[in-house]
Structures are given as structure tokens and as C-alpha cells.
């Protein structure tokens, strides 16, 4: 093979790879360890798209530079397989998900084999596979055992359509994510989480993690730790308290109205019979609302009078009691006091319905807005004015306390988790009902295994797809003997996703979920990537299993990812289209008003345009053109099916090879940066490719150039490769891969001026590049004689001395201006006669000397010389 031929060479070195168990992960524990992992894929029908090989390829060149580092280097890939698509496909198809699973799973495989990416698949998970669901199911028993698994009935987003649960990230706009269905909120029982027990070491556990900034506030403000009181009010009329929580009890003076959720259960008991009907009409229309849209500040507040009234404790007041669907359920105790002169969504509803408006902390003189939310001195509040905030808080919640009217207390936003999927393709709950009570399986009858099923639809009254197989669902308690019925609930998909990290440190360990010595040494994961859109629920629900099972002994540690990298989405390619009319560019809009007239005859002076990235500057979501006289505005979207942008990653391969998609991919910008999808800039990458196998092998002969030579490299030489090694070490570190590229395309650039190439520079050379374009590395290394594989070999070492020039370079300046520049033999760059000298004898300065007289000279060794002239 003489010309750079991707197709032979990277078909021949993942089989080499693959025969070989090239990266199998290490045994032995004697060297030191690097834990490196992506975010499981989800395997669905369409296959990947060239934005989901982003992320592992950044992962794929840190574990081949740790390799070569002298690290034991655990780096695995796994399914993340159960979930509703497979389901969905399975009720309009009649398909099982198991087969269909199965399908995604070796497309998936195939593709990501064919970019060499080097995992150990000798450790693939299946969230789906029994002998690891089992494991799911004996974590899920331990939650059990520690009182954090209960069942409760709950407000649920229930969607007749999909016959299931939604979670609240899968409801946008009162509709479900997938098929765009509508959701009613409705009570059911459901398997629920204690995850709350957490809350406080969840927060703090993020102290020690090196993570994003944002994603660690994201996470603080989802548990959303608040401090305040929780304050009783007696209904009048009624033998009934209201208790509410309120980080601001220094304003109960302000209170001029209270609000239930429409899910309160003090609704049915208060509410007024002349209102019952206004009230139910209002909490059905609440139903059909999700959290986002009943909380957002923009929208307009609703809400119902439930005809009782509230005492206010500090100064019994009779206060209205409303239902308003601004107050949710699952935050505080569900009921709010509202204080609208300090609070803005209070006072927007206390306009709307004429409710009286108090303030109750000082505005500042230049305040013109409405409520004031800020610091200030109290004010109409009677024994609490004329305090500070903070003082007015002490004070009266000791007041509340000795009157037994309320008490400090701390408040998270966060809820218990919400465990249960009306679903057939999900892990089965290790639970049956004995006498219509909840019992756990025992650890030997695990893993409790899905029926064959062929109707996945859930039963006409709601109950889930399990709830068909009867003779599944009707069993026997081994124990006492007794009938029992098994749970027709299954898990959700995040369950599978919770602790697969751990699953790979021994994923054929029987004896419990992971190997306790394997887990020692490997864990916690070193580097962590996957994309922003798991910055929330993912990361605190793996974390929150990770910490039950630190506390059950099974895992050495408190937290299991120490470092955690969001990569940036990449987007479809961009969509810009331009006119030009005499020479000039004129917007789209302005085209399709312009008549032919105008226009000079229907396409005589416009013609359709397709602009170059380079003259694209991205600013937001938008990338802005610019032209002759005006500015085009064109935008790159998301990948998906429906805008028609998709790009297949094997058309990619199949054109410029895997090695020019990956460094493509990392050459694009910056890791975590969105950036804009072009298929032609890929051939900048494979031209670069192309350069590197010109420069070692002859394309006539297909045999080393003979410029490749066993000699010693020359300073310059050396110089250029330590230059190169030094910057692509460090940028690997920091993974900055783009701009280690730009360094290795600056290196071969220089060396195609050599007119020798010493053999042991281009192996090191060979080295850098691996990592990157390990393809053409493996085949290029074997060229230069070498038997094993590159991916092992030790990474180049940096040695600052050849970088150190053999001359000192010296600016010289006449009064402080720059006038020319000598360069002196390195020992003798201290030497401030030798130096002076050689620096007045510089023909410009010469000239500056003989004008003028020179009063001092100021020499900075190794730095700059200053002659001052009068």
C-alpha cells in the first residue's frame, strides 16, 4: 500500500485490536490507576449521529495518553437499555423490546468499532440483562431494608397515551416528551425514594468534586436547602391548622392572604359549599399544568377563593385562604402565607384579585418598583420595627416558639424520588404483597425476571402491562406459604444508570454488585464526560446510591466521580444561505419582496450562495454572516430526524476514514463549546493525515521515504519536536485537543521542509499522534519496524534543554525606543562589556551615538539593552 488508504488500514487494526485484546483492561494492582468513562448510551433504532462520538473520543485519547503514561487504564462502554422507546416500537409493532434492544445494541457496537475506540469489551453492561439487573434489584432491597423504599399514593404526571408515569423533565407544556401527549396530575400509589435523607451530604459532597462550576449550582439549587420557619394558622370555623414554611418569617405582619396547591388535603375539608364547585373546576384545569408552567414568573396568576379564613397568629387577623396553582404540592408544607409587598408573584395575585398590599421592610427612597424583596428596617410590624432583617428573624421566631405558634426549620426543595414506571420494559421491583402488604424477595430469588409477554399496553383501568400476566403476578410467599402477588410497577430507566460505574470495576463478579477489592482500587471514576443534559437528575441519583452504598459497606468511597467534563453539543451543519444583487448581499427577506423589476428579471442579477464557515462569527445559537452591505443571519439547529440535518458517522468513515472524524471532532474548538457540524472541513483533517504518511512512506513505492534515515536530529529538529511534545502533553491534560492538533499540524509543517527525517523523531512524533488518529499511528509505527503495538509504548518525555537557544537575543533601545536587536553567544550573554559593545556597533544605533552624547546605559542581563543620548 503506498498512498494513505483509511479503509485497509483501519479495517486491518481493529481486528488487530479485537484478536489481540489489545485493551483488556489490567489485572494487576501494582501500577497506578486511571479511571476514565463516559456516559453510557442509550442505544435507539437511528444509530449514532456524528455529535455522539464527540464525548467518547476525548475519552478514547485520554485512556491511550494514560496507557502510555504507565497507567492501569479502565475504560469500558455498556447499554443503557431499558426505557419507553423500545416500548412504544413494541405496542405498534408487536415487536418485542428485547429483540429490538438487542438490534440497537449491535448497530451501536459496529459503529463504535469502527471509529477504534479503544474499550475493553470484555466488560459491556446491559442495564437489561438479568445477571445485571439482579444486582439493580439487590441495591433497590438494601434501600428497602434501610426504611429509603416506601410505598406511598402520590400526585403523579399520568399520560392515558403512553399508559405510564412521567417524570417531571419528561413533561413540557403539559404534554409528554416523547409523542407530545397530554398529562393530567392524579394520585396513585407508587414506589418512592427517601432520597431527602441525603440531601444535607449531597450538598456537601460537592465540595471536594472537580466539576463545572455550573453543574455543582445546578445541584445546589435542585436540593434548594432553605432556612426559615415553619408557622401554624388556625382556620376559623374549623378545628383545623394550616402550617406553612417561609424563609422570611419577619414579614407575617405582611401576610394578608394564605394559598393551598390545588392538591392540598385541606382543599375538600375548608372549602366553602357555595365554592366547592368553582374550586374543583379550578384544581382539574391545575391538573393539566406542569410544575414549569404553574411556576412560571412570566404567567399570568389564577386562583380560587375557598371561602374559610386563616388567623394570623401574631395579631388574630382573619386572613381569605385561596387555592392558586403558583403553590406546589411538593415544596414546602404546599401552603404559602402570602406577603405581597414583599414577595412579587404575591403581590401580582393580590392585584389581580384586590387583596390588600402591606410592607413590612423599608424600600430604599429610590425604590419605584412594587414588592421589595430586599434588606431594609421593619416596618408595620409592630414589636419587630425598626429591626434589620436577619435581627427581625431571631426575634420573631423565639416569639413563634414561645407561643408555641412555630419553629425554626430547614426546607429542601428537593422531593423523594418517585421510583415507579407503569411500564413493561424496566427492571421488575424484587417485591411481592402478602395480604396486601409490600415483602421483599429473598436474595436467592433474584433476579426476579421479566414474564414473555406479546401486549404491552397497559390494562384498560390503568394498571401496567405486568398486571396481564397473571400467571406471573400470582405467587407464593416461600416463607409462610401463603398467596401473594408480585409488584406491576418496574423501575424507571435512570435505576440501570445509577451504578453501572461500579458494574465495570468486576462485571462477572457473582457475589454481589461489585468485587470489593477491584472496587478499592478503581474507584472513584477519574474522569468523567458526558453532556450537560444530565447535569442534574443523573449525577444526583447516582451519587445518592453511591452514598447508601457507602453506608452499607459495599463501596470504599463517598462520592464516585471526581472529575466531570460536559462536552458541547455539536450542532447540524450550518444553515446559510445568501443572495447577491450587483455585487452585494441582501438578506432573504428582502428578496422575496422585491419584484422582478427590482430584481432585474427573475434570476439575472441574484443567485442562490452557500458561504464559507470562515465567514461565519458564532454569536449565541446564531451565526452571523457577514457581507457586502448587510448582515445575513443563518442559524445551526440540533441534529435530528425531523429538520433533516442528521449526519450519519459512517458516511464520514466511509469517506475520510475514523481517524480524520476524530481529529475533525476534537480540531472543531474547545471540548465543552457548541459548535456547528461542516462536512468539508473534515477534508482539512485528512489532508493532514495524508501529509503525515507522505513524509514517511514513498507513495510510488510504497516503501519509507529515503529521507527517513537512522541519523542523529539537529538542534532545529530537536527544538521543533520538544516544542510540539511539550504543548500536546499539556493540552492533553488540560484536554484541550484542538489546539494539541494545531501543534502536531505546525510540527509536520516544519518537517516537510527537512530534507532529512531522523527515524527516532518521527517515532516520537508517532507517539503524540496516536492517541488522536490511532490508525494510522499503528500502521505507521509498524512501517518503521516496530512489532508491538504503539499503544503501549511510553509517551514522549520533554526535555527542556532543547529548547534553550544557543544565542541570547537582545533588543537595543535609543531612549526607550527600540532601534535593532543583536543575538550574542550564550556564555557570553552576561558579559555587559562584551554585550555594550556589540550593541553600539549596530548600524542604526551607531548613527544615534554619533548625533547625540551618550549619558547611561542601562543593561538588564539576558533581557534588554537602554542607551540614553542627549
Known amino acids: 500500500m503506498s498512498s494513505y488508504s483509511p479503509e485497509k488500514i483501519e479495517t486491518k487494526w481493529q481486528q488487530y485490536w479485537q484478536e489481540n485484546k489489545t485493551f483488556k483492561t489490567p489485572e494487576d494492582h501494582d501500577k497506578p490507576k486511571y479511571y476514565v468513562l463516559d456516559m453510557f448510551p442509550y442505544p435507539s433504532g437511528s444509530g449514532l449521529h456524528v455529535g455522539h462520538p464527540e464525548g467518547y473520543t476525548a475519552t478514547d485519547i485520554l485512556a491511550r495518553y494514560k496507557r502510555m503514561n504507565g497507567f492501569n487504564v479502565l475504560h469500558p462502554i455498556g447499554w443503557d437499555a431499558f426505557g419507553l422507546p423500545a416500548e412504544q416500537y413494541a405496542v405498534k409493532t408487536g415487536t418485542h423490546p428485547r429483540d429490538t434492544t438487542q438490534k440497537n445494541i449491535d448497530r451501536f457496537r459496529e459503529q463504535l468499532q469502527s471509529l477504534g475506540f479503544s474499550y475493553d469489551w470484555d466488560r459491556e453492561v446491559n442495564t437489561t440483562d438479568p445477571d445485571y439487573y439482579k444486582w439493580t434489584q439487590w441495591i433497590f432491597l438494601k434501600l428497602y431494608e434501610k426504611g429509603l423504599a416506601y410505598e406511598d399514593d402520590v400526585p403523579v404526571n399520568w399520560c392515558p397515551e403512553l399508559g405510564t408515569v412521567l417524570a417531571n423533565e419528561e413533561v413540557i407544556d403539559g404534554k409528554s416528551e416523547v409523542g407530545g401527549y397530554p398529562v393530567v396530575k392524579k394520585p396513585m400509589r407508587q414506589w418512592v425514594l427517601k432520597i431527602t435523607e441525603y440531601a444535607d451530604r449531597l450538598l456537601e459532597g460537592l465540595d471536594d468534586l472537580d466539576w463545572p462550576k455550573s453543574t455543582k449550582e445546578m445541584q445546589r439549587n435542585w436540593i434548594g436547602k432553605s432556612i426559615g420557619a415553619e408557622i401554624d394558622f388556625e382556620i376559623a370555623d374549623y378545628d383545623e391548622s394550616l402550617r406553612v414554611f417561609t424563609t422570611r418569617p419577619d414579614t407575617i405582619f405582611g ?58 397568629p401574631v395579631n388574630g387577623e382573619e386572613i381569605p385562604i385561596w387555592v392558586a396553582d403558583y403553590v406546589l404540592a411538593t415544596y414546602g408544607t404546599g401552603a404559602i402565607m402570602a406577603v405581597p409587598g414583599q414577595d412579587e408573584r404575591d403581590w401580582e395575585f393580590a392585584e389581580k384579585f384586590d387583596l390588600p398590599i402591606i410592607r413590612t421592610v423599608e424600600p430604599p427612597e429610590d425604590f419605584d418598583g412594587k414588592a421589595y424583596t430586599g434588606e431594609g428596617k421593619t416596618i408595620n410590624s409592630d414589636f419587630l420595627n425598626g429591626l434589620d432583617v436577619p435581627e427581625a428573624k431571631k ?37 411481592i404483597h402478602v395480604d396486601g402488604e409490600p415483602k421483599p424477595v429473598s436474595k436467592d430469588g433474584l433476579p426476579v425476571t421479566l414474564p414473555e409477554m406479546d401486549d404491552f399496553e397497559p390494562t384498560d383501568d390503568g394498571n401496567p402491562p405486568l398486571a396481564k400476566a397473571e400467571d406471573w403476578v400470582n405467587t407464593t410467599d416461600l416463607e409462610t406459604g401463603k398467596p401473594a402477588k408480585r409488584e406491576t410497577n418496574t423501575m424507571p430507566q435512570w435505576a440501570g444508570s445509577c451504578w453501572y460505574y461500579l458494574r465495570y470495576c468486576s462485571p462477572h463478579f457473582e457475589e454481589g454488585p461489585v468485587d470489593p477489592d477491584e472496587e478499592k482500587y478503581w474507584m472513584p471514576v477519574d474522569m468523567y464526560v458526558g453532556g450537560a443534559e444530565h447535569s442534574v437528575l443523573h449525577l444526583l441519583y447516582a451519587r445518592f446510591w453511591h452514598k447508601v452504598l457507602y453506608d452499607c459497606g459495599v463501596v470504599s468511597t463517598k462520592e464516585p466521580f471526581q472529575r466531570l467534563v460536559h462536552q458541547g453539543m455539536i450542532l447540524g451543519e450550518m444553515e446559510f444561505t445568501g443572495f447577491k444583487k450587483d455585487g452585494k448581499w441582501i438578506d432573504y427577506e428582502t428578496v422575496e419582496n422585491l419584484s422582478d423589476e427590482e430584481l432585474g428579471g427573475p434570476g439575472v442579477y441574484t443567485e442562490k450562495v ?94 519509507l521515504n529515503e529521507s527517513v534515515q537512522d541519523t542523529e536530529p539537529s538542534k532545529e529538529q530537536l527544538k521543533a519536536l520538544h516544542k510540539c511534545i511539550k504543548k500536546v502533553t499539556e493540552d492533553v491534560e488540560d484536554l484541550s485537543f484542538n489546539t494539541a492538533i494545531s501543534a502536531m499540524m505546525i510540527f509536520i509543517n516544519e518537517a516537510n521542509k527537512w530534507d532529512e527525517h531522523p527515524k527516532a523523531l518521527l517515532e516520537s512524533f508517532m507517539k503524540l499522534l496516536s492517541p488522536f488518529a490511532p490508525h494510522i499511528s499503528e500502521e505507521l509505527w509498524s512501517r518503521l519496524g516496530h512489532e508491538q503495538s504503539i499503544a503501549y509504548v511510553d509517551w514522549p518525555e520533554f526535555k527542556e534543554k532543547y529548547l534553550i537557544s544557543d544565542t541570547q537575543m537582545y533588543p537595543i533601545q535609543v531612549n526607550g525606543k527600540v532601534r535593532g536587536e543583536i543575538y550574542v553567544p550564550r556564555d557570553k550573554a552576561k558579559d555587559k562589556e562584551y554585550v555594550l559593545s556589540e550593541a553600539k556597533a549596530v548600524e542604526n544605533v551607531e548613527r544615534y551615538l554619533e548625533e547625540g552624547k551618550l549619558v547611561k546605559e542601562i543593561f538588564v542581563p539576558e533581557r534588554i539593552v537602554n542607551l540614553v543620548v542627549k
Open 610 to 703: 452557500k458561504l464559507d464557515k470562515s465567514d461565519v462569527e458564532k454569536r449565541g445559537d446564531d451565526f452571523v454572516i457577514e457581507g457586502t452591505d448587510v448582515t445575513v443571519d443563518a442559524k445551526a439547529h440540533k441534529m435530528s430526524k425531523s429538520r433533516g440535518n442528521v449526519v450519519n458517522p459512517d458516511d464520514i468513515v466511509e469517506q475520510y476514514g475514523a481517524d480524520s472524524m476524530r481529529l475533525y471532532e476534537m480540531f472543531m474548538g474547545p471540548l465543552e463549546q457548541v459548535k456547528p457540524w461542516s462536512t468539508k472541513d473534515v477534508d482539512g483533517v485528512y489532508r493532514f493525515l495524508s501529509r503525515v504518511w507522505r513524509l514517511i512512506i514513498d507513495e510510488k513505492s510504497g516503501e
Open 255 to 312: 401576610a394578608t392572604y394564605m394559598v393551598l396547591a390545588p392538591e392540598h388535603d385541606l382543599v375538600d375539608t375548608i372549602t366553602e359549599d357555595d365554592q366547592k364547585e368553582a374550586v374543583e373546576a379550578y384544581r382539574e384545569e391545575a391538573a393539566r399544568k406542569s410544575d414549569l408552567e404553574r411556576t412560571e414568573l412570566s404567567d399570568e396568576k389564577t386562583g380560587v377563593f375557598t371561602g374559610a379564613y386563616a388567623v394570623n
Open 395 to 431: 426575634k420573631i421566631i423565639e416569639w413563634l416558639e414561645e407561643h408555641n405558634a412555630g419553629t425554626k426549620a430547614v426546607n429542601y426543595k428537593l422531593r423523594d424520588w418517585l421510583f415507579s414506571r407503569q411500564r413493561y420494559w424496566g427492571e421488575p421491583f424484587p417485591i
